[in-house]
Each structure stands twice: as C-alpha cells, then as structure tokens.
Nanobody, 121 residues
C-alpha cells in the first residue's frame, strides 16, 4: 500500500519561508510527485510537480520564482521550498502521485492527508 505523508506546514508571516515534505512509504521512483493546495471555498489547484528523474518540473504562475520543488529518491521524499510567502498562499497543501508531471489534480492517483500553511501577520 502506497502512503504519502505531508509535513512542514505551520504559521508564517508574509515574506517568510517554509519547507514542506512529502514522504512516501511505497515505491514511487517511477512516478511524478505533485504539490497541490486547497483554500477554503476554492477548488484544489496545482502548485508544482517534479518528474520521476527530477529532470522536469512545472510551477503554477502564482508561485514561479518563489517556490522550488525537489526530490530525494533515496529517501523517497519530495520537498517544496516556499519563499516570499504571501497571505494568498494560505491553504492546505497536499502531495500526490501520478505518471506524469502535470498540474491537473484529477489525474493524480494517490494523496496524502495534507498539511496546513497559514501566512498571516
């Protein structure tokens, strides 16, 4: 059984940084990992994804230049470094698994439980 566990969320002031982790208990080396977020009253949206090799990444326009995704396949973990955080980044952040690095949440097969990120002064 493949499981994903997100961690690293919390409360941060605008302009601050957080690093989220997505730890997988099953085999994910041949799959892309994506980060998505969902704010209250809004649909889940793609934030970033990374291919199985780490050679290809995608970012939503709203986070380009601020967020960086990376993966450590030896640890079966994907990270999302979030810098210059804004209040509009506030959401529950989820990681998911899919064959391809795309930012379409309906395509992803597995999800973690999410971790809350709150950006507020």
């Amino acid at each position: 059984q493949l499981q994903l566990v997100e961690s690293g969320g919390g409360l941060v002031q605008p302009g601050g940084s957080l690093r989220l982790s997505c730890a997988a208990s099953g085999f994910t080396l041949h799959y892309a990992i994506g980060w998505f977020r969902q704010a209250p009253g809004k649909e889940r949206e793609g934030v970033s994804c990374i291919s199985s090799s780490g050679g290809s990444t995608n970012y939503a326009d709203s986070v380009k230049g601020r967020f960086t995704i990376s993966r450590d396949n030896a640890k079966n973990t994907v990270y999302l470094q979030m810098n210059s955080l804004k209040p509009e980044d506030t959401a529950v952040y989820y990681c998911g698994v899919f064959k391809l690095c795309v930012l379409w949440p309906d395509e992803y097969d597995y999800w973690g439980q999410g971790t809350q990120v709150t950006v507020s002064s």
